[in-house]
């Protein structure tokens, strides 16, 4: 393998960075002599200042919000041209995000803020859906093909750059996604989507109905994705034995997935709503590989129930009580794929079975102390019961233990206006959980209008993530079974974040633009090399950037929105866990949108990352630390018709991933991106 120093690396680096930046400022000259002023569109959240809903618990125009966030709407979802709902994330500036890279448990993309990985489950990320948590009790991460939603039901994205442990609580810790569904009556009538092509096979229907002051809908889809070829041809061995710990032959990543959902709203009185949901996504699966043990014939059986009542108080104020009750589960029997180890142990390798349960109440109170101030406050408590008897070593008399966590929370946020100009936000969590104890996060926000149109951002915020069930068990095994009986409890991760930020339209581009230190410590080790010092709490990073995100009209019928993140980060590298590069320096998106006339559209994609290297990316790989990740760059388009189909509505659109049929490797020296991949989708709209 040829390497380079650091400092080529960084040259190399900045100079594919400028790839896209490059286009930018040709595609701005290309239009600048027909639209020299370009007109406000709708659409460009600047120019009508959306409002966010989840930052600090309080309805916020996003120049008023005390962190940075990121809004996907369903328009930048459909030009997109995303598959999976894990891909919509590559247009967040800072945001890693791998196909199917997972290799354990379930074969998934990975979906990660600011890196920091040392396996694929990418733990360190909040993930709500109508605010229910869907953050693996057992693992900590999110497995994204077992999410209980549909693209199309969803209303809008919103992604909270950085820590939001304040609002959240503990497992916020790089940052939060709330996935917002759209109102039941919002989607009333009949709906059916049909997609098919190379490794792209689904269907979905829906229908929305209404009963007096209730309205509801019910979704339901088929998915087959048979993920990447059975047989991986070329796989970047980089000079290891085909022997060794990689996906050489077969990444068992084929999935079909099973969707059916609903969701009630009742407008009980003009002050009380209530808001029912149900649902259940399943199927058999694949789950990947570790060393010789695959589970060819997992099966899925995921559901939820979600209750929620609100009532609508005088100026304003709201009081609101949930509860979610949520099933992780699959079965799945492990075989042994290791002739020695067969002769040897036999094919059974085990019960793969998972079951997790969480019941979740919260209540919250949103109420104006007076005329300039706005208060949110309220309580949660949670349980999380996890069976797997495989994942958690547990040993035969164990077998069919249960393994628990509890958590309390009680949280608040203030805003005061102090000038018309002047918008300060103070909010903490306090926590106590059944692993950790007790913690306190707070968060403290300045937002200064200082001209029209033009806002600067000042905040400092700390956050928590404790162990998952799974980290929890691994400690417990090494004290009890591993030969550490000393080993000190786990503590909680810990980072403190400062930025600075910046909102404002210049020369009629709407930018969001901040500058961020992070440092992180009591890092959790997920290598035994850590029991070397005594402690599995030993890594720590210091992570130092900008991230920027443009949207720009460029004409009535034109969009682009570009986005870049750069990030440089200095760690000790303990216990062989090379967090130094562990984040992408420079990573890039550029969507450029066209609508030609009432009838034809379309868009064009684009994506770039620079190298990177993640601990698990050097497993048996004879240059260990030294290996990287080379960048990537690829293209996607979209082109689609829409048409009237008697009293409804329809579209036909072509998407086309990897244009330019690009091969390269994503997270690990072995997870090979398919290459170009085309399909056909169908909407009617009833």
Known sequence: MRKHSRGERRRRLLHRSGVLSVLLAAVGNGWAASDSAPPRSEGVYLDEMPVVLNVSRLRQPVDEAPAAVTVIDRQMIKDSGAWDLSEVFRLVPGMYVAYHAARFYSTDSIVSYHGLMSETMSHRMQVLVDGRSIYSPLYGGVIWSDVPVAMDDIDRIEVIRGPNAASFGANSFTGVINIITRHSAEEQGKFVSLSAGSGRDEATARYGGKYGDFTYRISASLRNDPGEASTIDNPDL????????????????????????????????????????????????????????????????????????????????????????????????LVNTDPVDIAKNGVDAGNGDVIGRRYDLEIQHTFSPSASTRLVWGGSTRYDKVYAPSDLLLDSSQMYQDRSYRLSRLFGNLEWRARPSLVFNVGAMAEHNSYTGTDVTPRAAVNWHFLPGQTLRVSRSLATRTPSIYEKSVEEYYRTYGGYPSLPAQVPERVDAREIGYLGKLAGVDVDFRVFHEVYTDLIADRTDALAHGNLNSGSATIKGFETQLKWAIGLRTHLIYGLSHGVVASPNVDRIPYTNSVPTNNQSLMLSHRFDSRWSTSLVGYQTSETHFSNTDVNIPQGRGYFIDSSRRWDGRLAYAFRSGEGKGELALMVQNLGDAQYFEFRHDNQLPGRTAWLNLKLEY
């Open 238 to 333: 980089r000079g290891t034995p085909r022997d060794l710990y990689g996906w050489q032959y077969n990444k068992f990543d084929d999935k079909k997935v099973r969707l059916l959902t609903f969701r009630g709203d009742y407008q009980v009185n003009p002050a009380d709503s209530l808001e029912l949901q149900f649902g259940y996504n399943g199927g058999p699966r694949q789950a990947g590989e570790v060393e010789s043990v695959v589970a060819p014939n997992k099966t899925a059986d995921n559901h939820f129930e979600q209750i929620h009542w609100r009532r609508a108080l005088e100026q304003g104020g709201e009081l609101s009580v949930q509860f979610y009750h949520s099933v992780e589960s699959s079965q799945a029997a």
